[in-house]
């Protein structure tokens, strides 16, 4: 938006011969008129009436010519309308002051036509006139003429373009009914049109107040129609016509304070500026077409092949797509870049090879184990009571058919370094049967659970603290309290005391001995004693409320971060606990718990592995051994399935 600026107002003074010296005055400036009135002498010896008034415009225009007018008002506002910029020039006066003859002029000579050209002469001729005695020809309606304009430039683009507005108003005059003696539907029109000029002062003295929030704009349909002129993105001027006789004397006062009031209100111009979306995109179009052939010249230039730079199709994206996997397989040095959408492209379908591997390492799973939520405590319970995570589930210390256990080491067991804990399952092989989870739950707080069990600590330890001064204050409250009844009953035994001997003054006023004052002393440092400790007591709990509040989140955290590692650590074989790590085939929160032991490896693999070993020489066995796994894997569904119902009944 453009900055703000005042409206210009101007007056133009009809040319008369009975011209006012005495009481019409110029200065030198060519901006100042002055108004002389003298006091009427009806109003008896004191008379305060006032009688000079001075009012500064942008310019007075006496004397002045149609060419001098339209160089002065309106030749700058027209000029910026070509730039972008809404314009309004406004005529307001007395009846008969010369507003028509300024906007439009006269027909019969050239010279004096007004601001409007002759295109308003088409529309003058639905203009209704009427003759009282203030004038002839008097216009009995308001005249708004708006010539919109389109402004394109030659030399730059031309979607670009500017569009603006200018609103020519001739008012209809104001009158004094008095002296215009109009009558019927005469009358009637000058009431309304006296009755809109009022409520166009009234929106002009609401623009003026910097304080205002309201402006009356709806209050009739001139300051409706001119609600964007007045105050708004618009150049505004003003040109007030006024009479030189002494006998409209009073409405020139009028019209020159509506003039004065009008350069207190300020618009706010701005171009308006359009833009033309056709052309827009025809341009676009064109230099898209010349940029690909610069193109095409560089690559004819730089000896490269005939590049296409148009959006690919199906079958060139389905031939990336063979290349990035043949990429990954091994059978592909190098993937061929030619283009930006190449790039982006091979890109995209590493991401879609990278989805489909991560889908079907996952689907893999879900056809050979059963996936159990790690969050899901009641369900990992149900399974190890349902014995598939023992040494009879084939978890971990599978027979390797050489009497070795097969394990995982603890995750606190490092290379090259001893163990802190001299607990038996932290040797470097994991142990075939877990330790029960009291010494396991003792060798977690010490290693990985350390820092957590220390912040378990500190929090208990203010916990306890926090209480055991809340027992010490009760302690203290309860004594008070002890000592403000015994100090009420003494109280009370002096005053019955004082009742009985009837120590009373002769205004009614009672008389207390020292010692019941005394009591009374003691009784009112006790209550303050009480309160105090109260408010104390009262703070004290709330902090013992929020300090077991943050000792149960410990405790629940320490407790699900050594149940997370329980399960890890000895019912996890040590390939999963690599896939379950960030980057791994496996997505967090999911754990296979059912005859785990690879990511590749199911009975009927180690099946096979058995026949090469332990088998070779008896072939006859195969059978028993292929129903017994069989027989077991049904028996422990059974028992997941029948544990896992009643988990989830409870």
Request: glycine share 6%; with cysteine; net charge positive.
């Amino acid at each position: 938006m453009g900055s703000r600026k005042k409206v210009h107002a101007f007056v133009r003074v009809r040319p008369t011969d009975d011209f006012a010296h005495e009481m019409i005055k110029y200065r030198d400036d060519n901006k100042t008129i002055d108004i002389h009135l003298k006091k009427d002498t009806r109003r008896g010896v004191v008379n305060n009436q006032q009688t000079d008034w001075s009012f500064k415009l942008d310019r007075v225009l006496h004397d002045a010519s149609q060419d001098l007018v339209y160089e002065t008002v309106a030749k700058d506002v027209v000029s910026q309308a070509l730039n972008g910029f809404n314009g309004t020039i406004m005529c307001y006066g007395q009846t008969g002051a010369g507003k028509t003859y300024t906007m439009t002029g006269a027909t019969e000579n050239y010279k004096h036509r007004g601001i409007l050209p002759r295109a308003l002469q088409q529309g003058e001729t639905n203009r209704i006139i009427a003759s009282h005695t203030m004038n002839k020809n008097s216009s009995r309606s308001h005249c708004i003429f708006t010539i919109y304009v389109e402004a394109r430039s030659r030399t730059l683009s031309d979607e670009k373009y500017v569009t603006s507005k200018i609103n020519l108003v001739d008012l209809a005059g104001s009158e004094r009914l008095g002296k215009s003696r109009s009558e019927g539907r005469v009358l009637k029109e000058a009431t309304y049109i006296n009755k809109s000029l009022s409520f166009l002062e009234q929106a002009i003295i609401a623009l003026g107040d910097q304080k205002r929030d309201h402006i009356p704009f709806r209050q009739c349909k001139l300051t409706h129609a001119l609600k964007d002129s007045l105050g708004g993105n618009c150049n505004m001027v003003l040109v007030t016509n006024i009479y030189g006789e002494a006998a409209q004397l009073e409405e020139t006062l009028s019209s020159l304070r509506f003039a004065s009031r009008m350069k207190l209100v300020t618009t706010e111009p701005a171009i308006n500026e359009k833009y033309d979306a056709e052309r827009m995109v025809k341009n676009l179009e064109k230099e898209l077409a010349l940029l690909k052939q610069e193109l095409a010249i560089h690559d004819s230039l730089a000896n490269r092949t005939l590049v296409n730079y148009d959006p690919m199709d199906e079958i060139q994206i389905a031939e990336i797509n063979s290349q990035v996997r043949r990429y990954l397989e091994g059978t592909l040095e190098e993937i061929d870049i030619i283009n930006l959408r190449q790039i982006q492209e091979v890109f995209n379908q590493f991401r879609m090879v990278l989805s489909q591997q991560e889908q079907e390492v996952e689907s893999t799973l879900r056809r050979k184990y059963t996936l159990i939520d790690k969050n899901d405590y009641a369900a990992i319970s149900a399974v190890q009571k349902a014995g598939l995570v023992d040494t009879d589930g084939h978890l971990v210390g599978e027979p390797d058919g050489q009497g070795f256990g097969l394990g995982v080491a603890p995750f606190s067991i490092k290379p090259g370094k001893k163990s802190k804990s001299k607990k038996m399952f932290k040797e470097q092989l994991r142990p075939s049967t877990p330790p029960t989870k009291p010494v396991a739950f003792e060798d977690f707080k010490n290693e990985r659970g350390s820092e957590i069990n220390r912040i378990f600590k500190e929090n208990k330890s203010i916990l306890n603290e926090r209480r055991k001064r809340a027992s010490e204050t009760t302690q203290r409250i309860n004594a008070i309290k002890r000592e403000i009844d015994m100090t009420k009953e003494a109280l009370n035994l002096q005053k019955s005391l004082r009742e009985k001997q009837g120590k009373y003054e002769n205004k009614g006023l009672m008389i207390i001995d020292e010692e019941e004052f005394l009591l009374i002393l003691k009784l009112k440092d006790l209550k303050k004693q009480y309160r105090t400790e109260h408010q104390d007591l009262r703070d004290l709990r709330a902090e013992v409320q929020y300090c077991q509040h943050l000792v149960d989140q410990c405790r629940h955290r320490l407790l699900t971060e050594f149940d997370i590692w329980y399960n890890e650590s000895f019912f996890v074989p040590e390939d999963l606990q690599m896939a379950l790590k960030p980057g791994g085939g496996i997505r967090p929160g999911m754990m296979p718990l059912n005859k785990i032991v690879s990511l590749g490896e199911d009975d009927q693999d180690r099946f096979g592995q058995l026949q090469q070993t332990t088998l070779p020489e008896g072939p006859d066995s195969v059978s028993f051994y292929n129903a017994k796994v069989k027989m077991e894997q049904k028996h422990n569904y059974v028992k997941t399935m029948m544990a896992l119902q009643q988990a989830h009944r409870k």
